[in-house]
C-alpha cells in the first residue's frame, strides 16, 4: 500500500500546481470541427496541419489495402512483415524528399531511438538544443553517447561544446520546427557547424514534413539539395502529423538506412506498420505534392492569426511563422484559465504546462490547420480580445 499512497501523493501534488493532465474523448474524426465530451467545438489543437487526417482519399486507400493485405504485418520487417506496399512507399518517400533511400518505421519516437542507438556508443557525442522534443534526448540518453546540451538557438554554446569535444563520432540533434515554439531550427548554420566540426546532423522534421518547402519539409525550405549534405544529414519525417496518417521515415545515404535495417533495434525487433497504412500513406503523399493550395490557404491562416491578436494585454506571441503559433501566458494557472474561457465560446485551444515546457512559460499552442476558415480563425481572435479585455 505504502508504494500506491507514493503515487496517490504525487499525483495530488500534480493537481494542486495545475500540472495534472487529463484526456478529452473524441467523439469525432479528427479536424478542425470536432466534438470532445459530447460538445461540438472549433478545434485548434491537432496536428493535422493539412487537413488530412479524415481525407475521403486516404479512407479508401485503406479499404484497398485491408482488401488486398488484410488488417496486420504479422511479423517484422526483417521476418515476413515487409510488403510490396512497405517497398513502395519507402520509394515514394525518398524520391520526393530528394534522398536515395528512406526507411519506414511505426513512429517518430521509435525512428528517433533507433537512429542514436544504431549511430551512436560510448564514447561518442551527442549535442542537442534544449528545446529538442522528448524523443531526441531519450534516443540521445538511450545511446550512452555524452549528452550536451545548449540553451534554445544558441550556435556559440553549440560550437564551444563541440570544439571541446574529442568523441569519435558526434551527432547535433534538432527539431526541425520547435514544437513548443514554431520557430524554424538555422540549418544552414547547424550544417555548417556539423561540416566544422564533423558532426552528423539529425533533423527530427516532424512539424515540417509535408508542410514547409513545398511539402519536401525544413532541408527544401531553405534550398538545401539533400545530394549535397548525404554526408552529414539524417532525416527523419514523421507521417502521423501533417501526413495525416501514422508512422515515421528517415532518409538519408544508403549506408546509414542499410545501418538502420542491421542495428536500429527499434526497428529490427517490432512488428512491421499494418500494410494498410502505407496504402494509406501513398495516397496522402500524393495529396501534399499535388495539393499546394493547403499549404497556401494555411499561409493566410498564420497571417490572419498573427494580425489578428495585436494589441492584446495578456501574453505574447513567439516569432513563429509556422502552422504552431504560441500564445506566452507564463503561469500554468493562467494558461489553463485561459484555455477554460476560450473553450466556453467552442473553442478549443490546449495550455502547454511544464514539463512539456520551461517553468513560467506555460501558453496556449495553436495549431493551425488548413482545414480552418479564415472566420473560424477570425472567431478565435474576437474570443481571445473579449477573454482579455473582461480580465484587464
Ligand atoms: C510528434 C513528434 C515526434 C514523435 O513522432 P510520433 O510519430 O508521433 O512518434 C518526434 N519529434 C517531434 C519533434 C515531434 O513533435
Known amino acids: 500500500m505504502t508504494r500506491l499512497s507514493d503515487l496517490a501523493a504525487r499525483l495530488a501534488g500534480l493537481e494542486a500546481d495545475a500540472l495534472k493532465r487529463t484526456r478529452r474523448r473524441l467523439e469525432s474524426p479528427q479536424g478542425v470541427s470536432v466534438t470532445i465530451d459530447g460538445r461540438d467545438c472549433v478545434s485548434f489543437c491537432s496536428n493535422d496541419y493539412l487537413g488530412l487526417a479524415a481525407h475521403p482519399g486516404i479512407a479508401r486507400a485503406v479499404e484497398e489495402g485491408v482488401r488486398r493485405y488484410g488488417t496486420g504485418a504479422g511479423a517484422s520487417h526483417l521476418l515476413?512483415?515487409?510488403?510490396?506496399?512497405?517497398?513502395a512507399l519507402e520509394h515514394d518517400l525518398a524520391r520526393f524528399s530528394g534522398f536515395p533511400a528512406a526507411l519506414l518505421f511505426?513512429?517518430?519516437?521509435?525512428?528517433?531511438?533507433?537512429?542514436?542507438?544504431?549511430?551512436?556508443?560510448?564514447?561518442?557525442?551527442?549535442?542537442?538544443?534544449?528545446?529538442?522534443?522528448?524523443?531526441?534526448?531519450?534516443?540521445?540518453?538511450l545511446s550512452r553517447a555524452t549528452f550536451h546540451r545548449h540553451p534554445h538557438g544558441d550556435l556559440a554554446a553549440l560550437e564551444r561544446q563541440l570544439a571541446g569535444s574529442d568523441a569519435r563520432v558526434r551527432m547535433i540533434m534538432v527539431d526541425g520546427v520547435f514544437s513548443m515554439d514554431g520557430d524554424i531550427a538555422p540549418l544552414p548554420e547547424l550544417l555548417d557547424l556539423a561540416a566544422r566540426h564533423d558532426a552528423w546532423l539529425l533533423v527530427d522534421d516532424a512539424h515540417g514534413f509535408g508542410v514547409l518547402g513545398g511539402g519536401r519539409g525544413?532541408?527544401?525550405?531553405?534550398?538545401?539539395?539533400?545530394?549535397d549534405v548525404l554526408d552529414r544529414v539524417i532525416y527523419m519525417g514523421t507521417l502521423g502529423k501533417?501526413?495525416?496518417?501514422?508512422?515515421?521515415?528517415?532518409?538519408?545515404?544508403?549506408?546509414?538506412?542499410?545501418?538502420l535495417v542491421q542495428s536500429a533495434r527499434t526497428y529490427v525487433f517490432t512488428t512491421a506498420l499494418p500494410p494498410m497504412i502505407a496504402c494509406a500513406l501513398r495516397?496522402?503523399?500524393?495529396?501534399?505534392?499535388?495539393?499546394?493550395?493547403?499549404?497556401?490557404?494555411?499561409?493566410?491562416?498564420?497571417?490572419?492569426?498573427?494580425?489578428?491578436?495585436?494589441?492584446?494585454?495578456?501574453?505574447?506571441?513567439?516569432?513563429?511563422?509556422?502552422?504552431?503559433?504560441?500564445?506566452?501566458?507564463?503561469?500554468?494557472?493562467?494558461a489553463v484559465a485561459l484555455s477554460a474561457a476560450l473553450a466556453e465560446h467552442g473553442l478549443l485551444v490546449p495550455a502547454i504546462r511544464p514539463p512539456t515546457v520551461p517553468a513560467g512559460s506555460a501558453r496556449l499552442r495553436i495549431s493551425l490547420s488548413a482545414a480552418h476558415t479564415l472566420?473560424?480563425?477570425?472567431?478565435?481572435?474576437?474570443?481571445?480580445?473579449?477573454?482579455d479585455a473582461r480580465h484587464g
Open 375 to 387: 472566420e473560424q480563425v477570425d472567431r478565435l481572435c474576437a474570443a481571445m480580445h473579449e477573454v
Open 80 to 87: 515476413t512483415g515487409h510488403t510490396d506496399a512497405h517497398e
Open 218 to 227: 525544413c532541408l527544401a525550405h531553405f534550398g538545401i539539395e539533400p545530394s
Open 106 to 141: 511505426s513512429t517518430g519516437y521509435m525512428a528517433n531511438l533507433g537512429i542514436a542507438t544504431a549511430l551512436l556508443g560510448r564514447g561518442d557525442a551527442v549535442f542537442g538544443d534544449r528545446l529538442n522534443h522528448a524523443c531526441l534526448n531519450d534516443g540521445a540518453l
Open 283 to 334: 495516397a496522402s503523399l500524393a495529396l501534399i505534392e499535388q495539393e499546394p493550395q493547403r499549404r497556401e490557404h494555411l499561409g493566410a491562416l498564420i497571417r490572419r492569426w498573427q494580425a489578428g491578436v495585436r494589441g492584446l494585454r495578456r501574453g505574447h506571441a513567439l516569432p513563429s511563422s509556422t502552422a504552431i503559433q504560441p500564445w506566452v501566458v507564463g503561469a500554468a494557472a493562467e
Open 242 to 259: 501533417a501526413a495525416g496518417v501514422f508512422g515515421a521515415f528517415v532518409a538519408a545515404a544508403p549506408e546509414v538506412i542499410d545501418t
